[in-house]
């Protein structure tokens, strides 16, 4: 029953004149129940012209969401700065919390109990896309600014924006590291790699089969809202996007989309951009679909217009085929090239060298080792994760079903585990980004995991995190 109202309310917002907005149609709608993304069935210029209309309150509407969940200010830690030294870590828990609770109080209770009683904060749920109806690939503004300053391609959406403040995105540009030459640091000299100046950066840093998969990482192709079909939602006919314009020099700009691996459209839940550092030790790809290896990934989302999951639609758009012995392989090659950021506090081991350490970062490991028992997902030898999927089964606290901005809340379900090498590089946190900070992290995985750290115990948390 719950699914069914979540799929009536999709439905409702669609077709009856999307309520929540206060407009005729939805420029686009789909059916709630269906399989393959139906042909469009209006002209682009009147799918523009309602899109361009309903912007600023499908904007409101999203930001109304964001201020209820989140404290979204800008309250930067006092020197710590992530990898590129730019700009600040951002501090403290942004989640709200329900009225007249503490973290204490819903630490203490049961799962059970904080569904009952509603009082799960609504930052911890699945965060909705900004337009989900639509979906989509949606990218920050520094991002596509630069982009049509150097190639004079425009990935500005006419329909949304970018949705979280900069101060909770990554660095921008962010440094590129790379295994094959770590005494080199930073080699992106402060640029963004685009198809302009790839060459003559890494020109004599990296092979030939490494630049060559570099150029095509870096060759945009179609996808679904930036191609030269009607149903794109960019004013003039794209090229379409490329691999790195979401993960700018192999990190992430926090850009995000919908997953493809979920129907119906109301279902599908908001997956940000992961950063391609340290992919040469990673097994699985893809928050769900646990394909293989990199090349797989390369390849599915290349075949399927990236991250919409659909071939059919893909191939109407002129579907990138590229060629898996060559073309993929040189790709695979650069890809897992790319490398961490440094950590000097840490040993070969993944372990805090207590000679460099503070006392806190110290205990932060303990705690991470022991009693909050991060380490058992988190395996330090393996780069802090351990190439499996998890399912929090999250949906112990909260009632399935409940739709926010047209999303219908339903179980996460099985999720690799990321990294967190370089994690103080990445925020937003979760493979939704619905946590804005480390702190709101920790509070997360606390309440999640049954875990009852006290507050001491999660400052030096944060602490160890930032090391790593």
């Given at each position: 029953m719950r699914r069914q109202s979540a799929l009536l309310a999709f439905c409702g917002s669609a077709f009856a004149g999307a309520t929540v907005l206060g407009f005729g149609a939805l420029s686009d709608p789909l059916p709630p129940d269906v399989t393959y993304r139906p042909l469009p069935t209006m002209p682009f210029s009147e799918v523009r012209k309602i899109d361009e209309a309903q912007k600023d309150a499908v904007m409101r509407r999203q930001?109304?969401?964001?201020?209820?969940?989140?404290?979204?200010?800008?309250?930067?830690?006092?020197?710590?700065?992530?990898?590129?030294?730019?700009?600040?870590?951002?501090?403290?828990?942004?989640?709200?919390?329900?009225?007249?609770?503490?973290?204490?109080?819903l630490a203490a209770m049961t799962p059970a109990e904080i569904k009952d009683r509603n009082l799960l904060p609504e930052g911890f749920l699945p965060l909705p896309h900004v337009k989900q109806a639509t979906g989509g690939q949606v990218f920050p503004a520094h991002q596509i600014d630069e982009i049509h300053a150097r190639e004079a391609r425009d990935l500005r959406r006419f329909d949304v924006d970018f949705d979280l403040p900069d101060n909770l995105t990554p660095e921008f540009p962010p440094p590129i590291f790379l295994t094959t030459h770590p005494e080199l640091g930073d080699v992106s000299r402060g640029q963004l790699l685009t198809i302009k100046n790839f060459y003559e950066l890494m020109n004599g840093i990296i092979t030939p089969v490494q630049m060559e998969g570099l150029r095509l990482l870096l060759t945009p192709f179609p996808q679904e809202e930036f191609n030269q079909t009607e149903d794109r939602k960019v004013a003039d006919q794209s090229t379409g996007v490329a691999c790195l314009d979401c993960h700018a020099n192999f990190h992430t700009n926090a850009a995000f989309h919908l997953t493809p691996d979920v129907r119906p459209q109301a279902d599908r839940f908001r997956l940000d951009t992961t950063s391609l550092r340290g992919l040469f030790n990673q097994q699985i790809h893809g928050s769900k679909r646990s394909l293989r290896?990199?090349?797989?990934?390369?390849?599915?989302?290349?075949?399927?217009?990236?991250?919409?999951?659909?071939?059919?639609?893909?191939?109407?758009?002129?579907?990138?085929?590229?060629?898996?012995?060559?073309q993929v392989a040189m790709m695979a090659q650069m890809q897992n090239i790319i490398d961490f950021p440094p950590a000097p506090k840490l040993d070969p081991f993944g372990r805090l060298d207590p000679a460099r350490a503070t006392p806190q970062e110290l205990a932060g490991e303990k705690v991470f080792m022991?009693?909050?028992?991060?380490?058992?997902?988190?395996?330090?030898?393996?780069?802090?994760?351990?190439?499996?999927?998890?399912?929090?089964?999250?949906?112990?606290?909260?009632?399935?079903?409940?739709?926010?901005?047209?999303?219908?809340?339903?179980?996460?379900?099985?999720?690799?585990?990321?990294?967190?090498?370089?994690?103080?590089?990445s925020p937003p946190y979760m493979h939704d980004g619905r946590l804005m900070t480390l702190a709101d992290t920790v509070e997360f995985f606390n309440l999640v995991l049954g875990v009852k750290l006290t507050g001491q115990e999660k400052k030096d948390l944060v602490s160890y995190l930032l090391t790593l």
């Open positions: 930001r109304s969401l964001l201020e209820r969940r989140y404290d979204l200010s800008d309250k930067p830690m006092d020197n710590v700065m992530m990898s590129g030294g730019m700009k600040p870590v951002q501090d403290g828990v942004r989640v709200k919390l329900p009225e007249g609770t503490t973290w204490e109080d290896s990199v090349e797989d990934f390369t390849e599915f989302e290349q075949r399927t217009a990236y991250f919409n999951g659909d071939h059919v639609s893909a191939t109407r758009k002129g579907v990138n085929l590229p060629d898996r012995p060559n022991g009693k909050g028992r991060c380490a058992e997902c988190h395996v330090p030898q393996t780069e802090f994760m351990d190439n499996n999927m998890h399912d929090l089964k999250l949906e112990r606290f909260y009632r399935i079903g409940q739709v926010f901005n047209d999303f219908a809340a339903m179980p996460d379900g099985p999720i690799k585990t990321f990294t967190l090498r370089g994690i103080k590089d």
